[in-house]
């Protein structure tokens, strides 16, 4: 299967992971007012988060990265027809093999992205782009519980065994030398509402269509596993945003 067929599976979604615009600017109004901010969205999909942001931060200019070229054509159309693309710039590039200076941006922003890199490498990695005393906001997976059900457990092992308590990720980020400034669970809702209930519909939508091919059968499978795991198991885990300082 070709990357595009994976890309193809998520497409049309208001967002490509869990969060909401109430999430966004929660995190955002979290950070101190800074007049003309550069602000750099890593992974940034189809852009709701861009756009929410966009939307409420004045006269910022927000640089959104993806490695899939037709999310970055779709947030510039919507953008365009929201009056905001003259906030907006995209560019596509690999979060891991970023095209930016040293020091170059005010706010660094990741909702639902770090984990394909992995939380320790993105914190480290990324760092090099904010300038001293900017911040940083990004959402990434944790467990509420110190003993999750068998179940859960096993399916988080395979999926993504890094994943780790609050605890340990806040840990983890003060060990690269940022401070952190707030930091909240995302609700079930921000995993409802904008993700997972139109996910659901496009898999019913596009499992025709992949009949035969075992990798995206596969990806269908693993994706209704993962809907249903969060049904039964929501209050043992989910995504947690933190908002950070460089140089704590």
Known sequence: MSRSAIFE??????????GSNECTEKAFRSIPSIPGARILDIGCGVGMQT??????CGNCHITATDIYQPYLDDLIQKAAAMGLANRISTVCASMDDLPFEDGEFDIIWSEGAIF???FEKGLAYWQRFLKDGGFIAL????????????????FWKECYPAIKTILGNEQMIEAAGYKIIDRFKLPASAWWDDYYAHFEKR???????FKGD?????IITFSRKEIEIFQKYK???????F??????
């Open 116 to 118: 394909v890199m992995g």
């Open 235 to 241: 209050d043992e885990y989910g995504y947690v945003f």
């Open 139 to 154: 959402t990434e997976a944790a467990w509420f519980t110190d003993k999750p059900s068998a179940e859960v457990l096993q």
């Open 9 to 18: 599976i998520f497409d049309g979604l208001p967002r490509q992971g869990p």
């Open 203 to 209: 898999l019913d939508e596009i499992e025709g269509k």
């Open 243 to 248: 908002i950070l300082q460089k140089g704590g």
């Open 51 to 56: 756009l929410h942001i966009a939307k409420i």
């Open 214 to 218: 075992t990798e995206a059968e596969s």
